[in-house]
Nanobody
């Protein structure tokens, strides 16, 4: 059973930065995809960024390219999302999710989820 615990959310003004962390445990597969998703009130959950453990390939949503960076520290079993130049439209609950299959940004394909961490960006 994969367990994912997010942290690092908070409130920030537009243009500011935050770094989210996701600590993972319980993996039973040798390679996996792990990523960040978000859901704003009244909107569907959407993929933000994902990274594949095997190749290190990264995927980003167009809305965050050039502003967000996904990375992982395999020794610490921790995933990060560095978010710069934040905008009010980035306000959402951010979730960490994992899958044994190669990466994508489709939430429905991810079976394991954390509880989320709130990010609020004010104008």
């Amino acid at each position: 059973q994969v367990q994912l615990v997010e942290s690092g959310g908070g409130s920030v003004q537009a243009g500011g930065s935050l770094r989210l962390s996701c600590t993972a445990s319980g993996y039973t597969y040798s390679t996996y995809c792990i990523g960040w998703f978000r859901q704003a009130p009244g909107k569907e959950r959407e993929g933000v960024a994902a990274i594949y453990s095997g190749s290190g390939n990264r995927h980003y949503a167009d809305s965050v390219k050039g502003r967000f960076t996904i990375s992982r520290d395999s020794a610490k079993n921790t995933l990060y999302l560095q978010m710069n130049s934040l905008k009010p439209e980035d306000t959402a609950m951010y979730y960490c999710a994992a899958d044994s299959a190669p990466c994508g940004l489709v939430p429905e394909k991810y079976p394991s989820w954390g509880q989320g961490t709130q990010v609020t960006v004010s104008s």
